[in-house]
């Protein structure tokens, strides 16, 4: 059995399921960084799309690359500037055969670039769709916590569950709850071994081992030990690590969990 935070184990399988390897800080090494996470023991990557163009580079990098998947869709805080047709763009797209989800979508009080009312407009947008599209869902969530689970209430109370994960989840343990209860996952990021996170740690302790996944938001918030360094799917494996000891199992089990878990949240 391999140790916990033990890197390169083969027998250790994860999907990282959140990075933006379509950002220009990849553009050179891209097949390097793969590399590297194969032997770090990723064997699929999600590539999350931003805007209309990124959902483009993204189906393009997955049709490239076999342990990719991507996702369509549009992030909130770039909104306001899209092109008319994005959401058309978005819509025609989420047919590709390497599309898994929709996202990210969700909501954002942290950053002002999109008036709020048209988040929420492109929230609900995201999640008819998914729904008819029968993908999931990717929801970026930034102080807006309450709005969101608002949002997914009303949606659910209409609809039922619908697949989807609070990616890099910051709330707090009613937070949560209240999206466990309606059939999300809640996914972890590198902010998880932040000094000063003990707050995420106490919440991600509470969480079930069935609905937990693990992301690296690439190139974005590298984890501890290499915090400040531009991120890469590799660096997956030290969230897990602190995850599998948060969650008082072997990074083993975790890394079997948290695959399967994303497996059948994304269905392939
Ligand atoms: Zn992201």
Redesign the pocket.
Known sequence: MAEVGAIGYENLMFIDT???LDDERFAADLPDVLERAKIAGIDHVIV?A?TAPSSHSCIALAEKHTMLRATVGL?PNNLAEAATGAWDDVVRLADHLTVVALG?TGLDRHWHYTPFAQQEDYFARHLELARRKNLAV?I?CREAEADTVRMLRSDFDRHGPVRAVM??FTGDLVTARACLDMGLYISFAGMLTYKNAQNLRDVAAQMQLDRVLV?T?SP?LAPVPVRGQRNEPAHVVHTAACLAKLLGVSSDALAAQTTANARKLFQF
């Open positions: 959140h990075a933006h999350i931003t992030q990210e990717v970026h990616h890099s992301e938001d974005y």
